[in-house]
Protein backbone atom coordinates (compact mmCIF):
# COMPACT_ATOMS: atom_id res chain seq x y z
CA UNK A 1 0.00 0.00 0.00
CA UNK A 2 1.64 3.36 -0.97
CA UNK A 3 1.57 5.88 1.51
CA UNK A 4 -0.93 8.75 2.36
CA UNK A 5 0.06 12.31 0.83
CA UNK A 6 -0.48 15.97 2.02
CA UNK A 7 0.01 18.40 -0.30
CA UNK A 8 2.18 21.11 0.66
CA UNK A 9 2.23 24.89 -1.33
CA UNK A 10 3.88 28.36 0.68
CA UNK A 11 4.40 31.92 -0.88
CA UNK A 12 8.16 32.01 -0.22
CA UNK A 13 10.42 34.63 -1.06
CA UNK A 14 13.02 34.83 -3.77
CA UNK A 15 15.78 35.66 -1.55
CA UNK A 16 18.61 35.43 -4.21
CA UNK A 17 19.10 36.28 -8.03
CA UNK A 18 22.28 35.51 -9.59
CA UNK A 19 24.17 34.85 -12.58
CA UNK A 20 24.98 31.46 -11.41
CA UNK A 21 23.45 28.85 -8.57
CA UNK A 22 25.46 26.00 -7.48
CA UNK A 23 23.70 23.48 -5.03
CA UNK A 24 26.83 21.97 -2.79
CA UNK A 25 30.16 23.47 -1.80
CA UNK A 26 32.35 20.10 -2.04
CA UNK A 27 35.23 20.00 -3.92
CA UNK A 28 33.16 20.13 -7.33
CA UNK A 29 31.00 23.18 -5.78
CA UNK A 30 33.74 24.98 -4.47
CA UNK A 31 35.52 24.44 -8.26
CA UNK A 32 32.53 25.54 -9.71
CA UNK A 33 31.76 28.41 -7.54
CA UNK A 34 35.39 29.70 -8.35
CA UNK A 35 35.37 29.15 -12.12
CA UNK A 36 32.10 31.24 -12.48
CA UNK A 37 33.16 33.72 -10.12
CA UNK A 38 36.30 34.70 -12.18
CA UNK A 39 34.54 34.29 -15.17
CA UNK A 40 32.87 37.48 -13.87
CA UNK A 41 29.35 35.55 -12.77
CA UNK A 42 27.09 36.20 -9.68
CA UNK A 43 27.02 33.28 -7.55
CA UNK A 44 25.46 31.96 -4.92
CA UNK A 45 26.05 28.44 -3.08
CA UNK A 46 23.79 26.67 -0.64
CA UNK A 47 25.80 24.26 1.12
CA UNK A 48 23.97 21.43 3.78
CA UNK A 49 27.04 21.40 6.13
CA UNK A 50 28.80 23.83 7.97
CA UNK A 51 31.89 23.78 5.89
CA UNK A 52 32.99 23.40 2.46
CA UNK A 53 34.82 20.43 1.11
CA UNK A 54 31.81 18.07 1.57
CA UNK A 55 33.44 14.38 2.11
CA UNK A 56 37.18 15.87 2.25
CA UNK A 57 36.36 17.88 5.30
CA UNK A 58 32.77 17.46 6.74
CA UNK A 59 33.36 13.50 5.56
CA UNK A 60 36.75 13.35 7.39
CA UNK A 61 38.77 12.22 4.19
CA UNK A 62 42.01 13.62 4.96
CA UNK A 63 44.32 12.92 1.63
CA UNK A 64 43.64 14.52 -1.93
CA UNK A 65 44.71 11.99 -4.67
CA UNK A 66 46.98 13.14 -7.01
CA UNK A 67 47.08 16.45 -8.69
CA UNK A 68 49.53 15.07 -11.51
CA UNK A 69 50.08 12.64 -14.07
CA UNK A 70 53.95 12.75 -13.17
CA UNK A 71 54.86 14.71 -15.51
CA UNK A 72 51.96 17.19 -16.02
CA UNK A 73 50.26 18.91 -13.21
CA UNK A 74 46.69 18.21 -14.77
CA UNK A 75 43.97 19.10 -11.95
CA UNK A 76 45.55 22.56 -12.97
CA UNK A 77 43.25 26.13 -11.79
CA UNK A 78 41.40 25.52 -8.65
CA UNK A 79 43.28 22.29 -7.67
CA UNK A 80 46.86 24.42 -8.34
CA UNK A 81 44.99 27.22 -5.71
CA UNK A 82 44.56 24.09 -3.16
CA UNK A 83 47.53 22.60 -3.63
CA UNK A 84 49.96 25.44 -3.30
CA UNK A 85 48.09 27.12 -0.32
CA UNK A 86 48.22 23.93 1.52
CA UNK A 87 51.79 23.74 1.27
CA UNK A 88 52.33 27.48 2.02
CA UNK A 89 50.44 27.27 4.54
CA UNK A 90 52.24 24.37 6.13
CA UNK A 91 49.08 21.95 5.97
CA UNK A 92 50.57 19.55 3.80
CA UNK A 93 51.30 17.06 6.17
CA UNK A 94 52.94 14.75 3.30
CA UNK A 95 53.12 14.88 -0.16
CA UNK A 96 55.23 14.40 -3.15
CA UNK A 97 56.64 16.74 -5.50
CA UNK A 98 54.32 16.61 -7.82
CA UNK A 99 51.43 15.97 -5.57
CA UNK A 100 51.63 12.62 -7.16
CA UNK A 101 50.22 10.43 -4.59
CA UNK A 102 49.60 11.83 -1.22
CA UNK A 103 48.75 15.25 0.09
CA UNK A 104 47.79 14.58 3.66
CA UNK A 105 46.08 17.55 5.52
CA UNK A 106 43.84 17.99 8.42
CA UNK A 107 40.14 18.58 7.31
CA UNK A 108 40.12 21.73 9.83
CA UNK A 109 42.59 23.11 7.61
CA UNK A 110 41.30 22.63 4.28
CA UNK A 111 38.31 24.21 5.41
CA UNK A 112 39.80 27.20 5.83
CA UNK A 113 41.35 27.69 2.60
CA UNK A 114 38.20 26.77 0.72
CA UNK A 115 36.25 29.62 2.85
CA UNK A 116 39.47 32.19 2.20
CA UNK A 117 38.67 31.07 -2.08
CA UNK A 118 35.43 31.35 -1.84
CA UNK A 119 35.71 35.21 -0.16
CA UNK A 120 38.29 36.24 -2.35
CA UNK A 121 36.37 34.81 -5.78
CA UNK A 122 33.23 37.18 -4.06
CA UNK A 123 30.76 34.03 -3.95
CA UNK A 124 27.95 35.05 -1.91
CA UNK A 125 27.08 31.45 -0.27
CA UNK A 126 25.50 30.21 3.13
CA UNK A 127 25.83 26.86 4.95
CA UNK A 128 23.47 24.86 6.72
CA UNK A 129 21.53 25.77 3.60
CA UNK A 130 19.38 22.25 1.80
CA UNK A 131 18.14 22.48 -1.68
CA UNK A 132 14.92 20.76 -1.27
CA UNK A 133 13.67 21.14 -4.64
CA UNK A 134 13.13 23.07 -8.14
CA UNK A 135 10.53 24.27 -10.73
CA UNK A 136 11.58 23.07 -14.10
CA UNK A 137 9.95 24.31 -17.43
CA UNK A 138 10.71 21.71 -20.39
CA UNK A 139 14.39 21.37 -19.15
CA UNK A 140 14.67 24.62 -17.95
CA UNK A 141 15.41 25.20 -14.47
CA UNK A 142 13.83 28.30 -13.15
CA UNK A 143 14.64 28.39 -9.71
CA UNK A 144 16.00 26.47 -6.77
CA UNK A 145 13.83 26.07 -3.19
CA UNK A 146 16.54 26.35 -0.51
CA UNK A 147 15.52 25.08 3.21
CA UNK A 148 17.87 26.77 6.29
CA UNK A 149 16.59 27.49 10.04
CA UNK A 150 15.38 30.76 8.89
CA UNK A 151 12.65 29.01 6.25
CA UNK A 152 12.72 28.20 3.46
CA UNK A 153 13.58 30.39 0.65
CA UNK A 154 13.96 30.49 -3.49
CA UNK A 155 17.26 31.20 -5.36
CA UNK A 156 16.32 32.67 -8.85
CA UNK A 157 19.84 32.01 -11.96
CA UNK A 158 20.13 31.99 -15.31
CA UNK A 159 22.29 28.64 -14.80
CA UNK A 160 22.44 25.96 -12.26
CA UNK A 161 25.56 23.64 -11.39
CA UNK A 162 24.52 20.20 -9.42
CA UNK A 163 27.44 20.08 -7.39
CA UNK A 164 24.99 17.53 -4.92
CA UNK A 165 27.69 14.53 -5.69
CA UNK A 166 24.46 12.44 -5.37
CA UNK A 167 22.96 14.18 -8.72
CA UNK A 168 20.10 15.82 -6.56
CA UNK A 169 18.70 18.63 -8.61
CA UNK A 170 19.74 16.68 -12.40
CA UNK A 171 17.49 13.74 -10.59
CA UNK A 172 14.54 16.44 -9.58
CA UNK A 173 14.53 18.27 -13.38
CA UNK A 174 13.89 14.64 -14.77
CA UNK A 175 17.52 14.15 -16.27
CA UNK A 176 18.32 10.82 -16.82
CA UNK A 177 20.51 9.08 -13.66
CA UNK A 178 21.78 5.31 -13.66
CA UNK A 179 23.50 4.05 -10.04
CA UNK A 180 26.11 1.64 -9.43
CA UNK A 181 26.94 -1.53 -11.75
CA UNK A 182 24.49 -3.26 -13.97
CA UNK A 183 22.41 -4.37 -11.14
CA UNK A 184 22.29 -1.01 -8.92
CA UNK A 185 24.86 -2.39 -6.79
CA UNK A 186 27.39 0.71 -5.66
CA UNK A 187 30.50 0.85 -3.55
CA UNK A 188 30.26 0.84 -0.27
CA UNK A 189 30.70 3.72 1.80
CA UNK A 190 32.95 4.57 5.06
CA UNK A 191 31.67 6.28 8.38
CA UNK A 192 35.47 8.26 8.96
CA UNK A 193 36.77 8.17 12.68
CA UNK A 194 39.82 10.60 14.21
CA UNK A 195 42.26 9.19 16.52
CA UNK A 196 44.77 10.28 18.34
CA UNK A 197 47.84 9.11 20.11
CA UNK A 198 49.25 7.39 17.28
CA UNK A 199 52.83 7.18 17.30
CA UNK A 200 53.38 6.80 13.18
CA UNK A 201 57.02 6.71 13.36
CA UNK A 202 57.05 3.59 15.81
CA UNK A 203 54.29 1.97 13.63
CA UNK A 204 56.25 2.87 10.11
CA UNK A 205 59.58 1.11 11.80
CA UNK A 206 57.34 -1.76 12.69
CA UNK A 207 56.23 -2.65 9.16
CA UNK A 208 52.64 -1.39 9.85
CA UNK A 209 52.89 2.34 8.62
CA UNK A 210 50.32 3.87 6.67
CA UNK A 211 49.50 1.78 3.65
CA UNK A 212 50.27 -1.99 5.68
CA UNK A 213 48.31 -1.79 8.52
CA UNK A 214 46.30 -4.58 7.27
CA UNK A 215 48.90 -7.06 8.58
CA UNK A 216 47.24 -8.90 11.78
CA UNK A 217 43.70 -8.33 10.44
CA UNK A 218 43.08 -11.86 9.01
CA UNK A 219 43.94 -12.75 12.32
CA UNK A 220 41.88 -10.33 14.36
CA UNK A 221 39.37 -11.20 12.22
CA UNK A 222 39.23 -15.17 13.39
CA UNK A 223 39.60 -13.88 17.17
CA UNK A 224 36.37 -12.21 16.59
CA UNK A 225 36.98 -8.35 17.12
CA UNK A 226 34.48 -7.96 13.95
CA UNK A 227 30.85 -8.05 13.64
CA UNK A 228 31.83 -7.93 10.17
CA UNK A 229 34.49 -9.75 8.30
CA UNK A 230 35.60 -6.85 6.04
CA UNK A 231 39.49 -8.13 4.74
CA UNK A 232 39.75 -4.82 2.56
CA UNK A 233 41.18 -1.62 4.63
CA UNK A 234 42.26 1.72 3.23
CA UNK A 235 43.48 2.57 6.52
CA UNK A 236 44.87 5.23 8.86
CA UNK A 237 46.09 8.66 7.25
CA UNK A 238 48.02 10.81 9.04
CA UNK A 239 47.90 14.71 9.77
CA UNK A 240 49.88 15.81 12.45
CA UNK A 241 52.20 14.06 14.21
CA UNK A 242 50.45 11.90 16.64
CA UNK A 243 46.99 11.95 14.83
CA UNK A 244 45.12 10.34 12.04
CA UNK A 245 41.78 10.04 9.82
CA UNK A 246 40.65 6.16 9.69
CA UNK A 247 38.91 5.54 6.15
CA UNK A 248 38.35 2.42 7.67
CA UNK A 249 34.87 -0.26 7.80
CA UNK A 250 33.37 -0.45 4.32
CA UNK A 251 29.40 0.19 4.34
CA UNK A 252 28.24 -2.04 2.09
CA UNK A 253 24.67 -1.21 0.97
CA UNK A 254 24.14 2.12 2.16
CA UNK A 255 22.28 4.21 0.04
CA UNK A 256 23.31 7.64 0.06
CA UNK A 257 20.33 9.15 -1.42
CA UNK A 258 18.20 7.60 1.46
CA UNK A 259 18.14 9.02 4.81
CA UNK A 260 17.13 6.31 6.80
CA UNK A 261 20.02 4.03 5.13
CA UNK A 262 22.47 6.70 6.12
CA UNK A 263 20.94 6.58 9.77
CA UNK A 264 21.52 2.92 9.51
CA UNK A 265 24.99 3.16 8.78
CA UNK A 266 26.01 6.00 10.60
CA UNK A 267 24.81 3.44 13.73
CA UNK A 268 26.76 0.61 12.43
CA UNK A 269 29.67 2.78 11.52
CA UNK A 270 30.39 4.23 14.65
CA UNK A 271 29.91 0.64 15.99
CA UNK A 272 32.81 -0.47 14.03
CA UNK A 273 34.79 2.25 14.77
CA UNK A 274 35.45 1.19 18.16
CA UNK A 275 36.30 -2.74 17.02
CA UNK A 276 39.16 -0.97 14.27
CA UNK A 277 40.35 0.46 17.71
CA UNK A 278 40.83 -2.76 19.36
CA UNK A 279 42.51 -4.05 16.59
CA UNK A 280 44.96 -1.21 16.14
CA UNK A 281 45.66 -1.10 19.81
CA UNK A 282 45.70 -4.91 20.35
CA UNK A 283 47.35 -6.16 17.12
CA UNK A 284 49.63 -3.39 16.14
CA UNK A 285 52.41 -1.53 16.47
CA UNK A 286 52.57 2.52 17.47
CA UNK A 287 49.22 2.24 17.95
CA UNK A 288 48.70 1.08 21.67
CA UNK A 289 47.78 4.82 22.97
CA UNK A 290 46.12 5.25 20.40
CA UNK A 291 42.70 7.13 20.73
CA UNK A 292 38.96 7.75 19.47
CA UNK A 293 38.65 11.57 19.18
CA UNK A 294 35.72 11.66 16.81
CA UNK A 295 33.80 10.89 13.36
CA UNK A 296 32.91 12.78 10.62
CA UNK A 297 29.61 14.99 10.64
CA UNK A 298 28.73 12.88 7.36
CA UNK A 299 28.87 8.96 6.40
CA UNK A 300 31.54 9.42 3.27
CA UNK A 301 30.03 7.90 0.15
CA UNK A 302 31.53 6.72 -2.96
CA UNK A 303 29.09 6.08 -5.23
CA UNK A 304 25.33 7.09 -5.86
CA UNK A 305 23.48 8.83 -9.49
CA UNK A 306 25.23 9.95 -12.07
CA UNK A 307 23.39 12.14 -14.56
CA UNK A 308 24.14 10.48 -18.28
CA UNK A 309 24.82 13.81 -20.44
CA UNK A 310 25.62 14.37 -24.08
CA UNK A 311 28.65 11.82 -23.64
CA UNK A 312 29.51 9.13 -21.79
CA UNK A 313 32.98 9.34 -20.87
CA UNK A 314 33.83 5.11 -20.93
CA UNK A 315 36.75 2.97 -20.01
CA UNK A 316 37.89 2.32 -23.72
CA UNK A 317 38.75 6.10 -23.43
CA UNK A 318 40.53 5.92 -20.49
CA UNK A 319 42.91 3.19 -21.42
CA UNK A 320 43.01 5.17 -25.16
CA UNK A 321 43.66 8.24 -23.36
CA UNK A 322 41.39 9.92 -25.25
CA UNK A 323 41.83 13.24 -26.86
CA UNK A 324 38.08 15.26 -27.50
CA UNK A 325 38.10 18.30 -29.65
CA UNK A 326 35.44 20.00 -26.84
CA UNK A 327 37.96 18.94 -23.80
CA UNK A 328 37.70 20.80 -20.56
CA UNK A 329 40.66 19.00 -19.07
CA UNK A 330 42.17 15.75 -18.61
CA UNK A 331 43.12 13.30 -15.52
CA UNK A 332 44.48 10.22 -15.05
CA UNK A 333 43.74 8.93 -10.92
CA UNK A 334 43.49 4.35 -11.48
CA UNK A 335 40.62 2.88 -11.44
CA UNK A 336 39.83 2.56 -7.30
CA UNK A 337 36.39 0.76 -6.98
CA UNK A 338 35.70 -0.83 -3.84
CA UNK A 339 33.65 -4.31 -3.70
CA UNK A 340 30.32 -4.46 -3.14
CA UNK A 341 29.84 -6.83 -0.78
CA UNK A 342 31.83 -9.17 1.85
CA UNK A 343 31.87 -11.71 -0.62
CA UNK A 344 33.55 -10.00 -4.10
CA UNK A 345 32.44 -11.65 -7.37
CA UNK A 346 34.84 -12.87 -9.00
CA UNK A 347 36.69 -10.59 -11.55
CA UNK A 348 35.05 -10.13 -15.25
CA UNK A 349 37.48 -11.14 -17.68
CA UNK A 350 39.41 -7.98 -18.87
CA UNK A 351 38.72 -6.41 -15.49
CA UNK A 352 42.18 -5.37 -13.62
CA UNK A 353 42.56 -4.42 -9.88
CA UNK A 354 43.48 -0.87 -8.97
CA UNK A 355 46.83 -1.23 -8.79
CA UNK A 356 46.89 -2.72 -12.65
CA UNK A 357 44.76 -0.05 -13.85
CA UNK A 358 47.13 3.05 -13.70
CA UNK A 359 48.27 4.87 -16.78
CA UNK A 360 52.13 5.49 -17.62
CA UNK A 361 54.00 8.61 -16.31
CA UNK A 362 52.56 11.51 -18.44
CA UNK A 363 49.70 9.64 -19.52
CA UNK A 364 46.24 11.00 -18.77
CA UNK A 365 42.09 10.47 -20.79
CA UNK A 366 40.41 13.74 -21.86
CA UNK A 367 36.81 14.97 -20.34
CA UNK A 368 34.75 16.49 -22.84
CA UNK A 369 32.17 19.46 -22.25
CA UNK A 370 29.73 16.24 -23.02
CA UNK A 371 29.85 15.03 -19.54
CA UNK A 372 28.47 17.81 -17.73
CA UNK A 373 25.34 18.33 -19.78
CA UNK A 374 22.93 16.33 -18.80
CA UNK A 375 20.51 14.75 -21.63
CA UNK A 376 17.14 16.71 -22.50
CA UNK A 377 18.55 19.74 -19.74
CA UNK A 378 19.13 23.47 -20.78
CA UNK A 379 20.42 25.27 -18.22
CA UNK A 380 21.61 22.53 -15.34
CA UNK A 381 24.96 21.39 -15.41
CA UNK A 382 26.16 18.53 -13.70
CA UNK A 383 30.16 18.16 -12.17
CA UNK A 384 31.93 16.24 -9.43
CA UNK A 385 30.91 12.48 -8.93
CA UNK A 386 27.77 13.11 -10.71
CA UNK A 387 29.26 13.28 -14.21
CA UNK A 388 28.29 11.42 -17.47
CA UNK A 389 30.82 8.48 -16.76
CA UNK A 390 30.83 4.66 -16.79
CA UNK A 391 31.50 3.21 -13.31
CA UNK A 392 34.84 2.28 -14.35
CA UNK A 393 35.74 5.88 -15.06
CA UNK A 394 33.53 6.84 -12.31
CA UNK A 395 36.18 4.65 -9.95
CA UNK A 396 38.98 7.05 -11.15
CA UNK A 397 37.46 10.77 -11.85
CA UNK A 398 35.79 10.66 -8.47
CA UNK A 399 38.64 11.73 -6.23
CA UNK A 400 38.65 15.33 -5.59
CA UNK A 401 41.15 16.33 -7.84
CA UNK A 402 38.95 14.97 -10.83
CA UNK A 403 36.23 16.86 -9.19
CA UNK A 404 37.81 20.24 -9.41
CA UNK A 405 38.19 19.54 -12.93
CA UNK A 406 34.71 18.97 -13.76
CA UNK A 407 33.81 21.28 -10.95
CA UNK A 408 35.90 25.01 -12.43
CA UNK A 409 34.64 23.76 -15.96
CA UNK A 410 31.06 23.29 -15.31
CA UNK A 411 30.98 26.33 -13.34
CA UNK A 412 32.91 28.32 -15.98
CA UNK A 413 30.56 27.29 -18.86
CA UNK A 414 27.58 28.13 -16.24
CA UNK A 415 29.20 31.90 -16.28
CA UNK A 416 28.75 31.95 -19.96
CA UNK A 417 25.40 30.38 -20.03
CA UNK A 418 24.30 32.79 -18.18
CA UNK A 419 26.00 36.00 -20.10
CA UNK A 420 24.57 35.33 -23.31
CA UNK A 421 21.19 33.65 -21.71
CA UNK A 422 21.65 30.23 -23.89
CA UNK A 423 21.18 26.33 -23.72
CA UNK A 424 23.91 24.83 -22.68
CA UNK A 425 25.30 23.47 -25.60
CA UNK A 426 25.08 26.68 -28.00
CA UNK A 427 28.16 28.24 -26.08
CA UNK A 428 31.50 28.46 -27.74
CA UNK A 429 33.81 25.49 -26.69
CA UNK A 430 36.83 27.12 -27.77
CA UNK A 431 35.33 30.15 -25.71
CA UNK A 432 35.42 28.04 -22.93
CA UNK A 433 38.43 26.20 -23.16
CA UNK A 434 40.16 29.62 -23.64
CA UNK A 435 38.21 30.90 -20.65
CA UNK A 436 39.45 27.76 -18.94
CA UNK A 437 42.85 28.21 -19.43
CA UNK A 438 42.75 31.86 -17.95
CA UNK A 439 42.46 29.72 -14.79
CA UNK A 440 45.12 27.85 -15.21
CA UNK A 441 43.27 24.20 -16.73
CA UNK A 442 45.06 21.86 -18.14
CA UNK A 443 44.33 21.75 -21.90
CA UNK A 444 47.21 20.48 -23.89
CA UNK A 445 45.60 19.78 -26.76
CA UNK A 446 43.90 22.89 -27.28
C1 LIG B 1 35.41 6.99 2.38
C2 LIG B 1 35.91 7.77 1.22
C3 LIG B 1 37.27 7.90 1.02
C4 LIG B 1 37.75 8.69 -0.02
N1 LIG B 1 39.10 8.87 -0.15
C5 LIG B 1 39.56 9.80 -1.00
C6 LIG B 1 40.92 10.18 -0.99
O1 LIG B 1 41.71 9.65 -0.23
N2 LIG B 1 41.31 11.16 -1.84
C7 LIG B 1 40.46 11.77 -2.71
O2 LIG B 1 40.89 12.67 -3.43
N3 LIG B 1 39.17 11.42 -2.77
C8 LIG B 1 38.70 10.46 -1.91
N4 LIG B 1 37.38 10.11 -1.92
C9 LIG B 1 36.49 10.62 -2.98
C10 LIG B 1 36.06 12.05 -2.80
O3 LIG B 1 36.15 12.48 -1.47
C11 LIG B 1 34.64 12.29 -3.28
O4 LIG B 1 34.30 11.51 -4.39
C12 LIG B 1 34.52 13.78 -3.63
O5 LIG B 1 34.55 14.51 -2.42
C13 LIG B 1 33.27 14.09 -4.41
O6 LIG B 1 33.17 15.48 -4.54
P1 LIG B 1 31.79 16.18 -4.87
O7 LIG B 1 32.02 17.63 -4.74
O8 LIG B 1 31.25 15.63 -6.14
O9 LIG B 1 30.81 15.64 -3.74
P2 LIG B 1 30.89 15.74 -2.14
O10 LIG B 1 32.28 15.73 -1.63
O11 LIG B 1 29.95 14.70 -1.65
O12 LIG B 1 30.29 17.16 -1.86
C14 LIG B 1 28.92 17.43 -2.08
C15 LIG B 1 28.51 18.58 -1.19
O13 LIG B 1 27.17 18.93 -1.49
C16 LIG B 1 26.43 19.07 -0.30
N5 LIG B 1 25.05 18.70 -0.63
C17 LIG B 1 24.59 17.51 -1.06
N6 LIG B 1 23.27 17.57 -1.30
C18 LIG B 1 22.89 18.84 -1.00
C19 LIG B 1 21.65 19.52 -1.05
N7 LIG B 1 20.53 18.91 -1.45
N8 LIG B 1 21.62 20.81 -0.66
C20 LIG B 1 22.75 21.45 -0.24
N9 LIG B 1 23.95 20.84 -0.17
C21 LIG B 1 24.02 19.56 -0.57
C22 LIG B 1 27.07 18.12 0.68
O14 LIG B 1 26.83 18.54 2.02
C23 LIG B 1 28.54 18.21 0.28
O15 LIG B 1 29.24 19.19 1.00
C24 LIG B 1 36.85 9.31 -0.90
C25 LIG B 1 35.47 9.16 -0.72
C26 LIG B 1 35.00 8.40 0.34
C27 LIG B 1 33.54 8.30 0.56
Not at 170 to 197: I, K, L, Y
Not at 395 to 415: H, L
Request: glycine share 14%; hydrophobic share 35%; net charge negative.
Amino acid sequence: MSAPEVSFSRSIPVRHEVDVFIAGGGPAGTAAAYGAAKAGASVFLAEGEICFGGVGTAGGINMLCVFSDRENFVADGFGREIYERLHKRGFASRSTPYGWRDVHFAPENLKLIYDELMDEAGVKYTFNTHVIGLECEGGWVKHVICYGKSGIFAVKAKAYVDATGDGDLCTWAGGEMVVGDAEGNRQPGTFVSFWSGIDWDKAEASGNGVWKQEGKLKQAIADGVFTQHDYGMPGILPYGKLSGAGNIGHLFGVDGTDERSLTENAVLGRKIAREYGEYFRKYLTGYEQMELVGMGSRVGIRETRRAMGDYVLNVDDYWNKAVFDDEIGRYCYGIDIHATSLTPKKKKEKEVSFGESWLKDGESYGIPYRCLTPKNLHNLFSSGRCVSVDREVLGSIRVMPGCYITGQASGTAAAMVAEKDVDMRSIDVKELQGNLKKIGAYLPNM
